[in-house]
């Protein structure tokens, strides 16, 4: 069980000690599995403790007390690869604490190069500075000081959020942004554990599940013009939106232009996806149908790690469609990447960096591979795979910055290898304003399907 499952929510006595179970996620990379114990003394003191173990030969006890009049004492004993060591301290409620994350690297090889800090937006620190008058050097003090945050990952922050500040200035307060998923693929990657069905399985069910989307979207139409808000940025992802046909796709973007008003719209993107749902047809089509940016996704370029996630096509063939997007007219393309697939190497990565470069699009967004539970990495073939130095992989985005890109969005997960970060890189004014909206959680966005 994870300890985020059933987790106390904000403002529950039991934060605190969540808060260490995370440093402790997060520093060893490995769920925590625990025994439960409460005890509550006839004068108010509330205590619970848990026994923990990590993949890595720990094995400890973590404890929290909460003291009426608003005292929290937390402790922490724990046995790693033969060293011990034990955290005792005292924290006000709604104070901050980073003795947790002290403690812990005293037996790391390295600091965390987040620091303190364990949650999926860590921008949100830095943009909340900038927002409110502080400069970019008060924003990275802040996250080194403070959060313990390595100067390149306060750095990277600090990038993304000028563009944050930026995109939020397109924003009015009636705008919002719309995302359309279709939760089909040609196949299931081995890394992904996405909502998603494969065409192999469930193609039958793909028909209806169009006409149902096709009466969803007619009827949010309906209920955005009675609203007054207005659609400033359109996002149909998946699984594969491309997996539609091309009649099918062409069926779906009539049926947004017809139900929604994109007269203020500043970005539509199709995520392409995978090179094999796509074609020259399907690629006007798209165009077509108005869409402004696509995303096609090699995530590696090496066929022998293409064949070990589970795709069906080879390097060549996201070269070809590569050219072939640009030959339709696709004028603003993203390409992911994904740093720590099973197989590759630092210098795998980095040949696969360079080929995306040399194409020239516009964004190209670079993944650490995040273990997740329902993947089939995880649940097949794990032991079997062997990950490469992923921090050495991202180092190589300075080639990015060499070749004109700059970080514009930034978020993290839970269980990414080396608990490090996923970045999208653009060429100036070409940032993708969808991600920033959704990540930054800067305005509404409405889904369908």
Known sequence: MHPGRGAARPGSILTWEFKIFNWILNLFEKSIFYNVSNKLDGKGNMEKSYDLCTGRDARGRVWMTRVPGGLVRTGMFV?????VFILIERVEQNGRTTAPLCAAMQVLDAAPPWGALSGVRPTKLSTRCLSGGGSEKDAERLLRETYFV????????????????????LLDPDDLSVYIGIPFCPTRCAY?????????????????????LLREIAHTG??????????????????????????????????IHTSFDLSRCLEFTVEGGRPDTLDEEKLRVIKAGGATRISINPQTFSDEVLENIGRKHSAQ?????????????HDDINMDLIAGLPGDTVEGFEKSLRQAIALDPENITVHTLTLKRASRIVIEDQKENDY?????????CQLLADAGYRPYYLYRQKNTLQNL??????????????NIYIMEEVQTILSAG
């Not at 306060?154 to 200035?169: G, W, Y």
């Not at 063939?317 to 640009?326: F, K, M, S, T």
């Not at 490469?388 to 190589?396: P, R, S």
């Not at 970060?421 to 969808?434: I, S």
């Open 150 to 169: 390595s100067p390149a990952r306060a750095k990277l922050c600090v990038d993304a959020s000028r563009h944050t500040i930026e995109a939020a200035k």
């Open 388 to 396: 490469a130095d992923v921090a050495a992989m991202l180092e190589k």
């Open 421 to 434: 970060e996923n970045v999208g890189w653009c060429k100036p004014g070409h940032e993708g304003y969808y």
């Open 192 to 212: 992904c554990s996405f909502v998603s069905q494969s065409i192999e399985r469930f193609g039958e069910f793909l028909p209806a599940y169009l006409d149902a």
């Open 317 to 329: 063939d996201i070269l070809d469609c590569y050219a072939e997007a640009r030959a339709a007219g």
């Open 222 to 255: 309906k209920l955005l013009q009675a609203s007054g808000f207005h659609i400033r940025t359109l996002y149909i992802g998946g699984g594969t939106p491309t997996t539609l046909s091309s009649a099918q796709m062409a069926q779906l973007l009539e049926a």
């Open 79 to 83: 046995r790693l690869l033969g060293g």
